[in-house]
């Protein structure tokens, strides 16, 4: 019965600070998520004898172990005959391998150095993984080792490629080879605008806590639910969509997506549903909006551009924002928000405008506008909206989360759901 | 001699893959660039035998280990407690710590759970050390294992509280500890538009290998250069001062700045200096410049706004764009990029007209204008500049390449240096 991971991270790079281990958080992500249990993260440098130590470390910790790094044609990439060494498993040249390492570089017109061989050669009863974006192949190694069956999987470094081969290769065979016939599935959800403890308030109940888990993770500024369902696989695959739908109702309006989906991509699906067309003025995001819109390819079907007025020249010249206004209500102001949608939409042409401005500090604040104040106007054919928010954080923290909003107020606007009177996070 | 570290990091969110662990990658990166060895990072849950197995471990590879996490208030906050019995120091109260707590939370107006007072408990003859912007103290515990006389430090995991802890606390101890009067000092410096193995050739024979070390941290779309150089202190000052001047040289114009100083930051301080005031034109990038020039505090002072032309019409009516250069030309190309920067500068009454307009992909591409293909302007009163660049990559990363080459245009405007050719980074 396979239940527990231990991961090895490998690369001077890791223990030197140069890059973040972001390897062992995916892995760690997917195994928690699939029900198995990470007991210890080994990271080490490119050094034979520490290699060897992190692997005899974790193969008396956990069943399984899985690496990522050390696979490279370089002579500092030491993972695969470490692993032979320790466990005693001689090499052996994979020829197809050795073949299509061949092959690669003679498609890129190169000659291949000696040296790449090397990542054709694994140790005596490996199961060599395929790699599909790149010349380093991953490799299974089933060994007795004194505490037991050990399973041993050996991943390259570079995200890219690792990631699809533990997803593809990898998490399938964990699966099967559990030794049990319980599943976890699992479902995610996307939430902007509550904090953390009301969100666990709002879905109390929903999911009985002998079956199923749910828990969040916060990153600035959504939160994401995960629901966590274990059983039999029918049962579990039952309540996993049935306790999934319970919870999204909860969430409602909170909610913005299912899965790994960003609240743009969101703004962009609403805008090509319903044809309308966007143009954005933005004052303290300086940009921000449009960035995020922009990030979505194809967004040009629906965004139109827009105007970083950054000064009250600009606000008045491009957005056509009125002079008293600025001087009787200010630059930040619910009045001001509220010309500069209605000005950025008739300028575009768009079937919606949308607005920003505020005050993103560190500087700029007063008692009756504090740093944080920002508002937010929406303007359509027939209707307007403006609603001034005290946000908080750093200048980085209020462009996002104010960036965050403008977006949502698309999204609220679209599916028809009310624009929330405040924002919250923690 | 102190020379080996062991890094241990705690907490359940590391290994469920809700967090990444970026304290370990801080630590290792400020250690290494001290001279210290990192030998090994051990990442274990909140979980009171697998804290304990990792202490033995790290203590078994190390003179010195730092652990982050697990000194909070609740029951899963174990690190104090392992530690005290795996090395034999029963616990104590601090009087002053625990009153120092009680008046926190008064100040806050709340009484103080009990369970804080977790916080005031250390091992027998630790070092206590002060954290100025949380609850949690750290320690320093001093103990003769089997394998010799061991350092210990334990730091709180929230970043914000552990990094200041480290710089202000921790590592003047190991410099001061180290037990060898050789020095490690360090000088960082940005550079970009170049490609590391270009850099590598560039710098080369600035730095004699045996007594200094030069490292590369690319971090797209800039690399950065660390000079580390090592040897009796007053020696090391000089060299370090000396061969960082010859480096920065070298670098010449590619270096934007030293130390951990964003390019954005730089632009600021040269419009600063000249006391040009900037507008930009931006297509494809969509508002990433303005978003990141306005990241800077104060960039009020030097950026008047923008506009995101993301149509045509937007080129024409708001930036003055001819229909003839679009018709003839594309709206991406030199004459657009140029008319954009002329049109945004005039429009927005400022000093310096920055523009920005190409094809981010993964669509809009042509044989003759494939994705990547970016245009820049630059206008002043009495010049403008239009240059066309072939980029590279996702979507994402071309945005940001383009937004790095239009504020690198800023800056080398603003000193002098020519505009570059072409943009390299690998």
Not at 97 to 124: C, H, S, T, W, Y
Request: aromatic content about 8%.
């Amino acid at each position: 019965m396979i239940e527990k991971v231990a991961l090895i991270s490998t690369g001077d790079e890791l223990t030197t600070g140069r890059t973040v281990d972001t390897n062992a958080n995916f892995l760690a992500d997917r195994l928690f998520s699939a029900g198995f249990e990470v007991v210890a993260i080994l990271v080490v440098g490119d050094d034979r004898e520490r290699i060897a130590w992190a692997w005899r470390q974790a193969v008396d910790q956990a069943e399984v172990v899985i690496s990522t790094g050390g696979l490279g044609p370089t002579a500092d990439d030491l993972t695969t005959e470490t692993v032979a060494e320790v466990f005693g498993c001689p090499l052996f040249l994979d020829e197809a391998v050795a073949e299509g390492i061949r092959q690669r570089f003679a498609a890129m017109g190169r000659d291949m150095p000696l040296n790449n061989l090397k990542q054709a050669r694994f140790p005596r009863s490996a199961v060599i993984l395929p790699n599909q974006l790149g010349t380093a192949p991953g490799f299974r190694l089933d060994v007795d080792y004194q505490a037991g069956r050990r399973h041993l999987f050996a991943l390259p470094g570079v995200p890219r490629e690792m990631k699809p081969m533990f997803v593809d290769q990898v998490l399938p065979w964990l699966l099967e080879h559990r030794g049990s016939d319980i599943a976890y599935l699992s479902r995610v959800f996307q939430t902007f605008g509550i904090s953390e403890s009301a969100l666990d308030e709002l879905v109390a109940g929903v999911v009985p806590a002998e079956r199923g888990r749910l828990s969040f993770r916060a990153a600035f500024p959504q939160i994401s639910v995960r629901l966590t369902v274990h059983g039999p696989p029918e049962r579990a695959e039952r309540e996993v969509a049935e306790w999934g739908e319970r919870l999204r109702q909860r969430l409602g309006a909170y909610c913005y997506a299912e899965g790994d989906v960003s609240m743009e991509e969101v703004v962009g699906q609403e805008l090509r549903k319903t044809g309308w067309r966007l143009a954005v003025a933005e004052s303290c995001t300086g940009g921000l909006v449009g960035h995020r819109i922009t990030n979505v390819p194809g967004s040009s079907h629906y965004f139109l551009g827009g105007v970083v007025a950054y000064s009250n020249e600009a606000k008045k010249g491009f957005l056509g924002v009125q002079k008293e206004t600025l001087e009787r209500h200010g630059a930040v102001s619910v009045e001001t928000a509220q010309e500069m949608a209605v000005g950025v939409r008739e300028r575009f042409a768009a079937d919606l405008g949308l607005s920003v401005t505020g005050i993103a500090g560190p500087e700029g604040g007063s008692t009756e506008k504090p740093v944080g104040t920002v508002c937010f106007g929406l303007a359509t054919a027939t209707e307007t909206f403006a609603r001034r928010y005290q946000l908080w954080g750093t200048r980085e923290w209020i462009k996002l989360l104010a960036s965050q909003i403008a977006l949502d107020w698309v999204r609220r606007h679209a599916i028809g759901a009310g624009l929330p009177e405040t924002v919250r996070f923690r």
